[in-house]
């Protein structure tokens, strides 16, 4: 389930976003997805804060016992009770774009202002600021130099309030230098 999306983030209907969510009666675990402000999310991406239940490739069967409640009068003797599989809750920052079509697995942090290509299937945490694309997904670059990114990661832009996104909004959409970041920083400080 999405548990929070942050402000003016868009794609997340279940038109465009579907998240699989697998539980099990004996497994109250329940991993969800956290999605940042200004986040856009490409038709048909998927989200699994959980993986499926008991399907177990380290045990001798593949099969979900104790997760198929009709079946659970024949097969009932199960010292190990099923679980789900996941590696946690997904977190996605700010300022993020996904493509159409991309998987996202659980456990994952997509850090703020990173890019995530179509068809792409994303099993580790991608860095702020990549660019990152393929299945599975892999670093392809950073969208700017260190300096920059850092001083974006230090704005927070999209936490600040719409009146002030609105004053900066010209800078915004400039390729970003140490200059217009400035510029940025001062204006934000004259609305304080």
């Given at each position: ?9 868009y ?10 969510q ?6 109250p ?9 200004f986040t856009?999310?490409g038709?048909?991406?998927r989200?699994f ?13 593949n099969?979900a ?5 009709a079946?659970?009068e024949i097969?009932n003797?199960?010292p ?8 946690g ?14 998987t ?8 703020h ?5 179509t068809?792409?299937?994303v099993?580790?945490d991608?860095?702020?600021y ?16 260190k300096?920059?990114i850092?001083?974006l990661l230090?704005?927070?832009?999209w ?8 004053k900066?909004l ?15 920083n001062q204006?934000i400080?004259?609305?304080?």
């Amino acid at each position: 389930m999405i548990k929070s999306v942050g402000k003016h983030t868009y794609g997340t209907d279940t038109y465009t976003t579907t998240v699989r969510q697998f539980t099990s009666y004996a497994d109250p675990t329940t991993p969800v997805v956290h999605i940042g402000a200004f986040t856009g999310i490409g038709l048909g991406c998927r989200f699994f804060p959980s993986e499926g239940v008991a399907h177990n490739p380290k045990s001798c069967t593949n099969y979900a016992f104790g997760n198929l409640a009709a079946r659970n009068e024949i097969f009932n003797n199960f010292p190990i009770l099923p679980k789900v599989q996941t590696k946690g809750d997904i977190n996605v920052g700010s300022d993020v774009w996904f493509g159409e079509s991309v998987t996202v697995m659980s456990g994952v942090t997509v850090g703020h202002g990173a890019v995530v290509a179509t068809n792409s299937h994303v099993f580790k945490d991608v860095e702020p600021y990549s660019i990152v694309g393929g299945n599975p997904a892999k670093f392809i670059k950073y969208r700017f130099e260190k300096e920059i990114i850092d001083a974006l990661l230090e704005m927070k832009w999209w936490d600040l309030p719409d009146a002030t996104i609105n004053k900066i909004l010209p800078l915004l959409q400039l390729e970003p230098t140490m200059d217009i970041i400035n510029q940025m920083n001062q204006i934000i400080r004259n609305e304080n």
